[in-house]
């Protein structure tokens, strides 16, 4: 097997593809396991007997797209690259497993323990850290241990492979030869204004591409839905909040808003009693009476050392900071500039001082204090609507009478496939329910799916289509658009080969032609198919031209080569350019292993 992932790793296309594949994995390992435990009973593969389900394919291509990872019009496109790397992550399992790689539960307690994501501010790990990281990920603390078990088998494997493979040093020294070359040449572009005539489309043509490119025009199997959304946010807007309530509320906030904080602090327990303390203290009070600064009197009395020579100056505080309760309530009692009768606390007496608080002007957090009030007003209508719906909608025959029984808005999609979804249908879930057989082939409506914590969904199909090759009529347009392009991009070839036996013969016609000098292959603003054409073409001998053409989608480019020059070889590039081929390299060995797997796995793909 080894020799078989070496022979697939040595070829310069696997080497270039190879860091894409890295790249993906890296974007969907993660997300790949979400729903491990979970069995929708809707397969999207099978690899090597172990299920991919449709749910987990769709919750991994959501969190990419909400992450801001990948745009949202590049869903569909999406979906299959997800399906793919799920494959690839499945095969990659069960080789590690079948090869008796594992990881114990020790080791696995010590990996979370040591990751930085999970550390408080002083690098210590931190458990209410990790629970709310893990959340924001969308991992349980069950999936996230499976997920780092896979990571690390992957891993073991990929080491191994790359640690064992190696490059000569001719080998260094031709790659660094090759990197370091310049070219410099002409191009000129070919559009289809430089045919003879526009390029016309036929019906027989129309035919024949439609009749063999009929996978281009398949329509899916699709769903209309009605669909109602219980929205906390729709209930808090519509509650009405007096102004007396704002004024409380705001009362209530600035009561416990942050404030500056100045004491005196005597301590007792030790040479000094409590009775010794509490009459420092009566000194200390009857001195601030008779006019005596706060500030000065903490210098002269305080016995905490970090803040006496501050003035007392505790800085900013919020209430639980100072983990104690008697000082807090003492504190937060205080209005601005005001001190307090003596505080005890476990081992000292204190004299508090408000010297400013944060407050918000009303009006400026009005908006604020409504969505909160509002808020904590519909907690039960809520949760009470949410059982409501639950209710109404396993009885009900339709959704309309449960809308209006709990005065919700129903909803109407347009027809709808299990991957053409967007808005609040594309929510996980949503679209595996749809499809499901009790709601689709039934008739029932689907149980409540709860979005997130603010939002209860259910949903009814009102009308249903099998997949189906579109009809030629219907996609007229777009059959005529693909057959011009392809027979413009053809003319367009057989009109460069001419051109280029032309210019041989110097009887070309006068062309515009751009010129580059001495163009490296990495820092070009070129375009990759001219650059890559110009790098593939050899070399000119003296005083001589070398054409070809580089095809970049619908474009057809003219390239003259003039001069292959050898740049300066440095140190610094010798070092940078060794790690990048050993990078390389050690790649392609995974890229190898990788379509190795893909070779002898068994894999069956259901969609």
């Known amino acids: 097997m080894l020799q078989s992932i070496r022979e697939r790793s040595q070829s310069w296309i696997a080497k270039v593809i190879v860091g894409a594949v890295i790249v993906a994995l890296a974007l969907f390992g993660v997300e790949s396991l979400i729903g491990l435990f979970t069995n929708s009973g809707d397969d999207a593969a099978k690899v090597n007997g172990q299920s991919i389900s449709r749910q987990q394919v769709e919750r991994s291509v959501q969190r990419a797209i909400r992450s801001g990872q990948v745009p949202p019009e590049q869903e569909r496109a999406l979906r299959g690259q997800v399906l793919d790397q799920m494959i690839v992550q499945q095969l990659m399992t069960s080789y590690a497993e079948d090869g008796g790689l594992a990881l114990s539960e020790g080791q696995s307690d010590q990996l979370i323990v040591n990751l930085p994501q999970f550390h408080n501010d002083e690098g210590k790990f931190d458990s209410d850290l990790y629970k709310q990281r893990l959340q924001q990920m969308g991992y349980t603390p069950l999936s996230f241990r499976e997920q780092l078990r896979l990571d690390v088998l992957h891993q073991q494997v990929q080491q191994g492979l790359a640690a064992s493979d190696f490059t000569l040093e001719g080998e260094q020294q031709r790659m660094l030869a090759l990197q370091s070359q310049s070219r410099t040449f002409r191009y000129h572009t070919l559009t289809a204004d430089d045919l003879q005539a526009p390029v016309e489309v036929s019906e027989s043509e129309e035919s024949a591409y439609y009749a063999e490119h009929q996978q281009e025009f398949q329509r899916p199997e699709q769903v209309q839905l009605n669909y109602v959304v219980l929205d906390r946010a729709e209930l808090v807007d519509s509650v009405e909040v007096s102004e007396d309530e704002l004024r409380t509320a705001w009362e209530q906030q600035q009561a416990e808003a942050p404030r500056t904080v100045s004491h005196v602090m005597v301590a007792f327990g030790g040479d000094r009693s409590h009775e010794q303390a509490m009459a420092v203290m009566d000194e200390v ?67 508090i001082k408000v010297t400013s608080i944060e407050s918000q002007p009303f009006d400026e957090v009005r908006d604020q204090l409504r969505q ?57 879930g949503v679209m595996d329910a749809a499809f499901g057989s009790e709601v689709l082939d039934d008739g029932y409506n689907s149980e409540v799916i709860d979005l997130d914590d603010d939002r209860r969904l259910v949903l009814r199909v009102a009308d249903h289509r099998e997949a189906t090759t579109l009809p030629l009529e219907q996609v007229k347009e777009q059959v005529q658009a693909s057959v011009r392009s392809d027979k413009t991009r053809k003319a367009l070839l057989a009109l460069a080969e001419e051109r280029i036996e032309q210019l041989k013969a110097d009887s070309a016609p006068e062309m515009d032609w751009q010129r580059a000098d001495k163009a490296m292959r990495q820092r070009s603003n070129l375009s990759a198919a001219v650059l890559n054409t110009a790098f593939r073409l050899p070399h000119p001998e003296t005083d001589s031209v070398v054409y070809g053409r580089a095809v970049d989608g619908d474009e057809v480019t003219l390239v003259a080569l003039e001069n292959v020059g050898q740049g300066e070889v440095t140190e610094q590039m010798k070092e940078q350019f060794s790690n990048i081929g050993l990078d390389v390299r050690r790649r392609s060995a995974v890229q190898g292993w990788v379509e190795y797997l893909q070779d002898t796995g068994d894999i069956e793909r259901l969609q």
């Open 285 to 351: 009070k009857q001195r601030l009476a008779d006019g005596d600064s706060f500030a000065d009197l903490a210098k002269e009395y305080s016995d905490d050392s970090g803040t006496a020579d501050n003035g007392g100056d505790l800085g900013e505080l919020v209430r639980g900071a100072l983990g104690e309760q008697a000082f807090d309530d003492a504190a937060f009692a205080l209005g601005e500039g005001e001190v307090s009768d003596v505080v005890e606390t476990d081992s000292a007496l204190h004299l």
């Open 372 to 428: 909160q009030v509002a808020a904590s007003q519909v907690d039960g209508a809520f949760n009470d609507k949410a059982q409501r719906l639950i209710d109404e909608s396993y009885a009900a025959d339709d959704l309309a009478s449960v809308a209006e029984d709990l005065g919700l808005e129903l909803q109407q999609s347009d027809w709808v496939s299990r991957d053409g979804q967007e808005g609040v249908l594309a929510e996980p």
